[in-house]
């Protein structure tokens, strides 16, 4: 009986191989299909992303009359929102701190221009004149360079003469003005941008914090959110202080050279300095011009650019990261990057934002990213 029944089952295990195998088979054919769908399904992916970031791009481009200042008054709304909350500790309504920090940016921001309306108005009328000296000045230097064709004629008569310029100062006084409206507008739709989102700022948080299923990612909503704030408040609160320094010492800097309207420069290295790389490059061609233009003597000329670089070089260098630390290091070429796209953007309001958006991008990847563990090594 039991040969019987062991030799009924031989057949079985044959056909259990046999169904093992073919089954090993066929799963070893679904995975090469899957590896080939795989790779399709890659690349499909990536160009549907790739599609997306173009036309993401192409909006920010088109919208940026609406989105530049709505991004900007979101950024400085983060930047002041740890005041708002020590308004918030000492029970002063969301609206009211709002109203409060909101009106104290815009009185900052009037009293800036109102001190800039009196050099700039005397730079505006002593243009003509250093236009003449620097004619004057250059031209015997130009006129040695032969292929450029150029003479003391050139600047007396033609289209770049000055009498030329000033015929053709309607026109471009017409193309200021027409600038003008378009950021009139855009500067009230960043005050009541500010405005509205200091007072709704605590709303806005629980709406994005509840947007999430999970509590692990809640929680990572508010550890990210918070590190944003802080990072941004902490980073300009301290990069104002020093660059206002910066500021005072190119006041003195121009005073010593001999450069007019000293205060006029001190302003413009302030808000350059918040532009890394291309804010200090840009300041010193134009110390280097403007000495070049108030002296005969070379050295004298590139004294103002050369020591308002050495003074921001030491700043940038060592005073920054010393007060700072490598909390909040950036790299310098995503940086650099950012601040080409954003410029190319969104112009100079796009410079001003490249920072400010490294800053918060850089502490979302910190925040969302895993942390690697590092294991002890055990001993073999």
């Known amino acids: 009986m039991d040969d019987k029944a062991t030799g009924a089952d031989m057949p079985r295990d044959t ?224 990069a104002s202080l020093i660059y206002a320094g910066v500021g005072l010492s190119m006041v003195l800097i121009s005073w010593i050279g001999g450069l007019q309207m000293p205060i006029l420069w001190g302003f413009f290295a302030f808000l350059s300095s918040f532009v890394p790389f291309l804010g200090v490059t840009i300041m010193t061609l134009a110390l280097g011009v403007a000495g070049m233009l108030t002296h005969d003597s070379l050295i004298l000329g590139l004294a103002p650019a050369v020591a308002f670089f050495t003074v921001h070089a030491v700043v940038e260098n060592l005073v920054t990261p010393a007060v700072m630390g490598k909390r909040l290091e950036i790299n310098a070429f995503a940086v650099f990057v950012a601040i080409i796209f954003w410029t190319w953007m969104w112009g100079a309001v796009g410079a001003m934002l490249a920072l400010p958006l490294s800053l918060i991008g850089m502490t979302v990847f910190n925040e969302l990213m895993p942390k690697q563990r590092h294991l002890p090594r055990l001993p073999g």
């Not at 995975?31 to 192409?58: N, P, Q, T, Y």
Request: aromatic share 8%.
């Open 15 to 238: 056909h259990a191989r046999a169904a093992e195998k073919a089954g090993r088979n066929h799963r070893k054919t679904i995975h090469r299909v899957r590896i080939r769908k795989s790779g399709l399904d890659l690349a499909l992916v990536w160009s549907v992303i790739g599609i997306f970031l173009i036309m993401a791009v192409a909006a920010i481009y088109i919208a940026k009359a609406v989105l530049m200042p709505i991004t900007l008054a979101v950024v400085v709304g983060l930047i002041l929102g740890l005041a708002a909350d020590r308004l918030g500790e000492l029970g002063v309504p969301p609206m009211a701190s709002a109203f409060i920090l909101s009106t104290l940016f815009a009185l900052i921001v009037i009293l800036g221009a109102n001190a800039l309306l009196t050099p700039m108005a005397e730079l505006a009328q002593e243009a003509p004149a250093m236009a003449e000296r620097a004619i004057e000045r250059w031209v015997p230097y130009l006129e040695k360079i032969e292929w450029l064709h150029i003479t003391s004629a050139t600047f007396r008569s033609g289209p770049v003469s000055i009498e030329a310029v000033l015929q053709n100062t309607g026109s471009i006084l017409s193309t200021v003005a027409s600038n003008v409206t378009p950021a009139i507008v855009q500067g009230l739709i960043f005050f009541a941008a500010l405005l509205l989102f200091l007072g709704s700022r605590l709303a806005i948080r629980k709406a994005l914090i509840i947007g999430f299923s999970d509590r692990a990612r809640r929680l990572a909503a508010i550890r990210t959110y918070n590190a944003i704030q802080t990072a941004l408040g902490y980073y300009f609160a301290t």
